[in-house]
C-alpha cells in the first residue's frame, strides 16, 4: 500500500520514545448490447511536451468500466456486502476465455497465512450468483496459491472491443483490526472490499501477490454508482460524491457517483464528526471520531489538515496539473500505517493529531502525511501503475511530491524537509551499487526494510536529484507532461522515461549517470 512506511517508521521510533502504545459528471451513458464493438480512441504518441504550470487535467475520451453497487454494512455482524454489476469491454487485442477478479478481503480468513494481520479474522468472501448477461450462471475458482484471486472461465469467449455485463452477489468479513480494511473503535475502514475486475496487461491478467507493506491493487478507471445501507446515526465517507441521503426502517441509505476512478471505498462510523471546507476549488471534508477525539486541540488538528490539503491541491496542482475531480475526503482513524491513498479518499492515522509527533514542527507528521496521501491522488489515482511490479511508480512520486509540498512553502520548512536527499547530502550515483534498482517489483526486494528504504527514502532522492539537475521548473514541467500523458491510464517505467527524455532530451550527463544507475528499464 502505500503505507507511509518511511514516516511510519518514525513515527513508531517517536512511539516507542514515548512510551506511548501505538460528480455529478456521470452522464446516464447507456451501455451498448454486445453486437456492438468499441475502439478504442486514438492514443498519442509522438514525444511528450511540456504543458503550461498549473494546467487542467481532463477525464479522458475513452468509456470508462461501470460499476453499480447496492451494498449493505451490517455492523451487528460486521459484514459488508450486495450486489453488483460491472459493464465492461475487453480493451485488449486477445480474445478473453476466462476473466480474473480479485477479493482481498478473503486474505483476512482465520484460516489463512495473512490471519496474522488480524485480532478477530475475516472470512472467504461468499461469492454467489455469479452471471455473464450474454450466457448465463458463471462459475467461480479460487486461485490455489492466493484466495484472493478469483476465475471465472467464460462460457463464450469475450472478442476484442465486445461489451458485457457481470453481476454478482457478495457478502464479506470485516476483521477488528486497525487497519485500511477493518474496524476499530467504532470506525469502519471498509476498503478493497468487492471483487473487482483485474488489469489485462500484456497478454494476461495481473495478479500480483497482496503484502501488508505495500499494495498490490491495480484496476481499471470506472464510474461508479453505489447506494450504500448503513444504520441510523452512521456518517459515512466515501470515493465521489454523496448525492442523496433516505432514512427508512433505522437504516439510512446513502447515494454516491464517483466518475472516473480507479476503486470505490468507504469509512463509515457513529462517531465520525465531519468539517468541510472549500480549498483551493476542492470541497474537502475532514473526518473524525467525536467521542474519544484522535488530539487535544480538534480545532488545531482539523485547520492543519485542511492547510495540508490547500497547500497540496495548489503546489501538486502547479507541479503536476489541477486536481480534476470535486471533492477529497480526509479520514483520521486508527490504523497500523502512517497512512493510506484511495481515490478521492485518505485515511490518516489518528497517532499523529498531536503537535508533538512531529519532525521539525509542530504537527508536522500529519501535514506530511496528509500531503503525501493527497500526492497519491495524482500518483495512483491519476496515473495509474502496476503498485506490486512497480511500486516506484506511486510511492517513490509521492515521497518525492513531500519536497514538491515544502518547496511550495519554501524558506526554512523547506530547507529541513530536502536536507538529506540532495547530491551533496547523499548522491545516489555513489551511494547505490550497480545492481540496487528502483523499477523492481515488491518482491524482489531483499526484505520489507529494503523496500521501504529503496522506495520511500531514496527514491525520493533519486527524483529529488533529477530535479536538481534539471532545474525545478523544467523538472515539474516533465512530470506534468507525465501525468498528462498517462492519465486515467496505467503507466509504467518506460512511460516516465519517455517523458523524461522526450523533453530533457539524451545528452545531460549527469542525468543519465543517475537514470543508468537507478534503472533497470531501458527505451
Ligand atoms: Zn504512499
Redesign the pocket.
Known amino acids: 500500500?502505500?503505507?507511509?512506511m518511511r514516516t511510519a517508521v518514525i513515527v513508531l521510533m517517536i512511539i516507542s520514545l514515548l512510551g506511548v502504545s501505538s460528480c455529478s459528471m456521470i452522464k446516464d451513458k447507456l451501455f451498448p448490447g454486445q453486437e456492438e464493438t468499441y475502439t478504442l480512441p486514438e492514443e498519442e504518441t509522438g514525444p511528450v511536451t511540456i504543458p503550461e504550470k498549473g494546467c487542467s487535467i481532463e477525464f479522458p475520451k475513452r468509456r470508462p468500466y461501470e460499476y453499480e453497487m447496492d451494498l449493505t454494512l451490517d455492523t451487528e455482524a460486521n459484514t459488508v456486502g450486495g450486489h453488483v454489476v460491472i459493464k465492461f469491454y475487453n480493451d485488449s487485442s486477445d480474445t478473453w476465455k476466462e476473466l480474473c477478479l480479485r477479493d482481498y478481503p478473503s486474505l483476512f480468513d482465520k484460516a489463512d497465512v495473512y490471519a496474522k494481520q488480524s485480532k478477530s479474522g475475516g472470512g472467504i468472501t461468499e461469492i454467489i450468483n455469479v452471471k455473464d448477461s450474454r450466457t448465463g450462471d458463471l462459475k467461480v475458482r479460487r486461485d490455489d496459491g492466493d484466495a484472493s484471486v478469483v476465475w471465472l472461465n467464460l462460457d463464450e469467449e469475450l472478442n476484442p472491443g465486445k461489451f458485457m455485463t457481470l453481476s454478482y452477489d457478495f457478502k464479506t468479513m470485516i476483521p477488528n483490526n486497525a487497519d485500511r480494511f477493518g474496524f476499530s473503535n467504532d470506525i469502519y475502514n471498509v476498503t478493497n472490499f468487492y471483487p473487482i475486475l483485474a488489469e489485462y496487461v500484456d497478454g494476461e491478467w495481473s495478479h500480483a501477490g497482496y503484502f501488508t507493506v505495500g499494495e498490490c491493487f491495480y484496476s481499471e478507471i470506472s464510474d461508479y454508482k453505489v447506494r450504500l445501507t448503513v444504520p441510523d446515526g452512521y456518517n459515512v465517507a466515501s470515493t465521489g460524491e454523496t448525492k442523496d441521503i433516505s432514512r427508512n426502517d433505522g437504516n439510512q441509505k446513502y447515494t454516491f457517483e464517483a466518475p472516473y476512478v480507479r476503486d470505490f471505498v468507504f469509512c463509515a462510523s457513529k462517531v465520525f464528526a465531519n468539517e468541510s471546507r472549500e480549498v483551493a476549488g476542492v470541497k474537502v471534508n475532514v473526518f473524525y471520531n467525536n467521542d474519544n477525539p484522535p488530539g487535544k486541540d480538534m480545532t488545531e488538528v482539523i485547520d492543519v489538515a485542511f492547510a495540508s490539503a490547500e497547500t497540496s491541491f495548489k503546489a501538486f496542482g502547479e507541479a503536476f496539473g489541477k486536481y480534476p475531480y470535486s471533492e477529497l475526503d480526509i479520514i483520521i482513524t486508527p490504523i497500523a500505517a502512517g497512512?493510506m491513498?484511495y481515490p478521492n479518499l485518505i485515511i490518516i492515522t489518528d497517532y499523529v493529531c498531536s503537535k508533538h509527533m512531529s519532525q521539525f514542527y509542530p504537527y508536522d507528521l500529519l501535514e506530511i502525511i496528509t500531503c503525501?496521501?493527497i500526492?497519491?491522488q495524482w500518483f495512483?489515482g491519476i496515473v495509474g501503475s502496476n503498485s506490486g511490479i512497480e511500486p516506484w511508480l506511486?510511492?517513490s512520486m509521492?515521497?518525492y511530491s513531500e519536497l514538491v509540498f515544502y518547496e511550495y512553502i519554501g524558506g526554512d520548512r523547506e530547507r529541513y524537509q530536502t536536507e538529506g536527499f540532495s547530491r551533496k547530502d547523499a548522491s545516489i550515483v555513489s551511494k547505490w551499487k550497480d545492481n540496487d534498482k528502483l523499477d523492481q517489483a515488491f518482491s524482489e526486494f531483499k526484505s520489507d526494510s529494503d523496500y521501504t528504504m529503496r522506495i520511500?527514502a531514496d527514491g525520493k532522492a533519486v527524483l529529488y536529484q533529477m530535479e536538481e539537475i534539471l532545474g525545478r521548473e523544467k523538472f515539474h514541467g516533465i512530470i506534468r507532461g507525465y501525468v498528462r500523458r498517462n492519465a486515467f491510464k496505467n503507466a509504467n517505467t518506460k512511460d516516465f522515461l519517455k517523458a523524461l527524455y522526450d523533453c530533457a532530451g539524451k545528452d545531460n550527463d549527469e542525468l543519465n549517470k543517475l537514470v543508468e544507475k537507478v534503472f533497470r528499464t531501458k527505451i
Open positions: 500500500m502505500k503505507k507511509f497512512g491513498e503525501h496521501e500526492a497519491h495512483m506511486d510511492e509521492a515521497s520511500y
